[in-house]
């Protein structure tokens, strides 16, 4: 069992910078591969970026490639996600995941937590 604690979420003009942390429970967290996905208001939830369970393989949506980092600390049971240059359509709850494939399948992933949420003002 993982529970997860997104934070870092906020209010940001377009083309600044926000990073968002995933805090993970459970002694396992170092076994999963984790994702990020995010939510816009009337849309479906869809995959933003993930990172295996090593940190040594990731995968974007073309959409955040070149803008968003997705990193992970092991010893700190944390995921982050460094999202600069901002766009208005980034604007979204994001969710962070675990257990799930590098290819970003939502359906794929058993654990969630509660979201965040991103405003990106233009």
Avoid: H
């Avoid at 700190?76 to 994001?94: C, H, R």
């Amino acid at each position: 069992q993982v529970q997860l604690v997104e934070s870092g979420g906020g209010v940001v003009q377009a083309g600044g910078s926000l990073r968002l942390s995933c805090a993970a429970s459970g002694r396992t967290f170092s076994t999963y591969n984790m994702g990020w996905f995010r939510q816009a208001p009337g849309k479906e939830r869809e995959f933003a970026a993930t990172i295996n369970w090593s940190g040594g393989r990731t995968n974007y949506a073309d959409s955040v490639k070149g803008r968003f980092t997705i990193s992970r600390d092991n010893a700190k049971n944390t995921v982050y996600l460094q999202m600069n240059s901002l766009k208005p359509e980034d604007t979204a709850v994001y969710y962070c995941a675990a257990g799930g494939g590098v290819a970003g399948r939502a359906r794929e992933y058993d654990y969630w937590g509660q979201g965040t949420q991103v405003t990106v003002s233009s």
